[in-house]
């Protein structure tokens, strides 16, 4: 069984925090870059953040940028995202995936994906 498990995501107002979780299962994260997808019923997937696995640089899009932070824990083979200020813009199925390394804030040679954790942001 190899598995990508996101997790954290639910109903926030505006303003509010998320810490979203990618768990994986049946591999180890160390060796991927680890990006954070976003995506609306109906249309393109687009891409939030990434995170290296030479040396932990991370990228953001420029609309997460300063509020979101990704990381990673080798040790629980998770890698987390945090949603600071959260919008209502920001309401998506957000999904993790691996890849062989990051290019921005998307990522190359995608390997293995989540099913997703859905993020609503509203009033």
């Known amino acids: 069984q190899v598995q990508l498990v996101e997790s954290g995501g639910g109903l926030v107002q505006p303003g509010g925090s998320l810490r979203l979780s990618c768990a994986a299962s049946?591999?180890?994260?160390?060796?991927?870059?680890i990006g954070w997808f976003r995506q609306a019923p109906g249309k393109e997937r687009e891409g939030v953040s990434c995170i290296s696995s030479s040396d932990d640089s991370t990228y953001y899009a420029d609309s997460v940028k300063g509020r979101f932070t990704i990381s990673r824990d080798n040790a629980k083979n998770t890698v987390y995202l945090q949603m600071n200020n959260l919008k209502p813009e920001d309401t998506f199925r957000y999904y993790c995936?691996?890849?062989?390394?990051?290019?921005?804030?998307?990522?190359?040679?995608?390997?293995?994906w989540g099913k997703g954790t859905l993020v609503t942001v509203s009033t």
């Open positions: 995936a691996t890849g062989a390394i990051c290019d921005n804030y998307s990522i190359l040679g995608m390997d293995y």
């Open positions: 049946g591999f180890t994260l160390d060796y991927y870059a």
